[in-house]
């Protein structure tokens, strides 16, 4: 009898132990994710790197979006009178995609997704051009009307070009980031800092 009792406490006790190790590795993960633009602001990383689009561009299901509707897809979306943002989260068939619109003809006016070139790449089809960033989110190529241009750290307009496209894909998102109640930066940092510098 007292042998049975033994077994059944070491059981109760093995199986609250992994409930409460799985739930704690769950909610961590959760936290990372749904706040990883906040935590990615604040990563110390080396001048050139961009460790927000890279949170954004790999944590678009968890982040706040803040958005007017769904599309067709179901995915979401932020209307504006002269565009329309496309939030396509990755999953295990559909690649994560960023796209602009224009919401008076529907064409394509900006796309960031990832190609077999580029983790990273940014489609300007306005001016016919797209810039390549490695896993860092580092600038690294720019392609004009297919002539490809190896970006120096002295092209300021290329530069200055990205940044605005940046801000008007994802700058929604980053203006209307969550803080976390309960900051997990360190272990952000811990995870994420080598690959940034």
């Known amino acids: 009898m007292m042998k049975r009792k033994k077994v059944i406490l070491i059981l109760t006790v093995s199986f609250s132990c992994l409930?409460?190790?799985?739930?704690t590795l769950s909610f961590v993960g959760g936290n990372l994710g749904k706040y990883s633009i906040y935590y990615a602001q604040n990563l110390p990383h080396e001048t050139g790197t961009n460790s927000v689009m890279?949170?954004?561009?790999?944590?678009l299901g968890d982040v706040y979006i803040p958005y007017n509707s769904l599309d067709n897809d179901g995915n979401k979306m932020l209307e504006t009178e002269d565009k329309t943002i496309h939030y396509q989260a990755g999953g295990m068939f559909s690649p994560t995609m960023i796209t602009v619109k224009s919401t008076k003809d529907g064409d394509v006016l900006l796309s960031l997704q990832s190609d077999s070139q580029f983790p990273y790449c940014i489609y300007d089809f306005t001016e016919n051009t797209y810039y390549g960033f490695n896993r860092a989110g580092t600038l690294v190529a720019e392609f004009i009307d297919s002539n490809t241009n190896v970006l120096s750290s002295h092209r300021v307009s290329a530069l200055n070009t990205v940044n605005k496209l940046q801000n008007e894909m994802y700058g929604p998102i980053i203006s209307h980031?969550?803080?976390?109640?309960?900051?997990?930066?360190?272990?952000?940092?811990?995870?994420n800092e080598g690959k940034f510098k």
């Open 54 to 59: 890279t949170a954004v561009f790999k944590h």
């Open 177 to 191: 980031r969550k803080v976390p109640k309960i900051n997990l930066q360190f272990i952000y940092n811990f995870v």
């Open 19 to 23: 409930a409460l190790f799985i739930g």
